[in-house]
């Protein structure tokens, strides 16, 4: 897939689709990104995810904002290039799921 079919915005049956392939990610009500709390024990394990997370958006020169407390992160997608929500959205989603889901020291 080109990085130019990544940056098409998708209408609300596409994103519904998507957010149906991710666990727990859901829409914002302005529809406007999709998002996704992460829990921790700790601050510690929190600092940790969120770190890794900016490894992996450095990377793909993707970036997410992120909402950060002691033991949670709210991570929120969007492309602001285009205009909305993107498969590259749903992409970086995949693989923070997968670093969440894979790295049992979260």
């Not at 994103?15 to 149906?20: E, K, N, V």
């Not at 999709?34 to 770190?51: D, L, R, S």
């Not at 709210?74 to 285009?82: E, N």
């Amino acid at each position: 897939m080109s990085n130019q079919n990544l940056m098409q915005l998708l209408n609300t049956e596409q994103i519904t689709y998507h957010l149906s392939t991710l666990s727990g990610w859901q829409l914002t009500e302005a529809h406007a990104e999709i998002y996704k709390e992460f829990k921790f024990k700790n601050f510690y394990h929190t600092m940790a995810f969120v770190n890794a997370v900016a490894w992996l958006a450095h990377q793909v020169n993707h970036h997410p904002d992120l909402r950060v407390g002691y033991n949670y992160c709210h991570v929120f997608y969007s492309s602001h290039d285009a205009g909305g929500i993107t498969v590259q959205d749903f992409k970086c989603a995949e693989e923070v799921e997968a670093l969440f889901n894979t790295h049992t020291h979260f």
